[in-house]
C-alpha cells in the first residue's frame, strides 16, 4: 500500500515546539522524492511550508522562515518537520507530500493547535 504516515502533531502553547515526522512505506522512497509540508488552516487553503528536494535547497513559506527547519533520514525513509517558537496562527492540519515526475503523494494530515 502506498502511503505516507505524519505523527507528532498536538495541542502546545504559543513560543514552545513540536516535531512532525512523516514515514514512507515501502513504496515510497522518500529519497527520490521532493518532500514537502503544507499546511490547512479552517476557512483557508491549503499552503506550502517547507520543500527539500534530495540535494537541492530548502524552501520555506516566509511566514516559517528562521523558525522551521525540513529535514530527512533517507535511511528511516522519513521527513521532519521541526517547529520552534510556534505562535497561533500556526494552528492548521499539517500534511507531508512527496512529489515524483509522474505522481504525487499525500498523507492523512496531523493536527498542530498552539494556545495564546
Known amino acids: 500500500q502506498v502511503q505516507l504516515v505524519e505523527s507528532g502533531g498536538g495541542l502546545v502553547q504559543a513560543g514552545g515546539s513540536l516535531r512532525l515526522s512523516c514515514v514512507g512505506s515501502?513504496?515510497?522512497?522518500?529519497?527520490?522524492?521532493?518532500m514537502g509540508w503544507y499546511r490547512q488552516a479552517p476557512g483557508k487553503q491549503r499552503e506550502l511550508v517547507a520543500t527539500m528536494p534530495n540535494g537541492g535547497s530548502k524552501n520555506y513559506a516566509d511566514s516559517v522562515k528562521g523558525r522551521f527547519t525540513i529535514s530527512r533520514d533517507n535511511a528511516k525513509n522519513t521527513v521532519y518537520l521541526q517547529m520552534n517558537s510556534l505562535k497561533p496562527e500556526d494552528t492548521a492540519v499539517y500534511y507531508c507530500n512527496a512529489k515524483f515526475v509522474l505522481e504525487d503523494y499525500w498523507g492523512q494530515g496531523t493536527q498542530v493547535t498552539v494556545s495564546s
Open positions: 515501502r513504496s515510497i522512497v522518500v529519497g527520490n522524492a521532493i
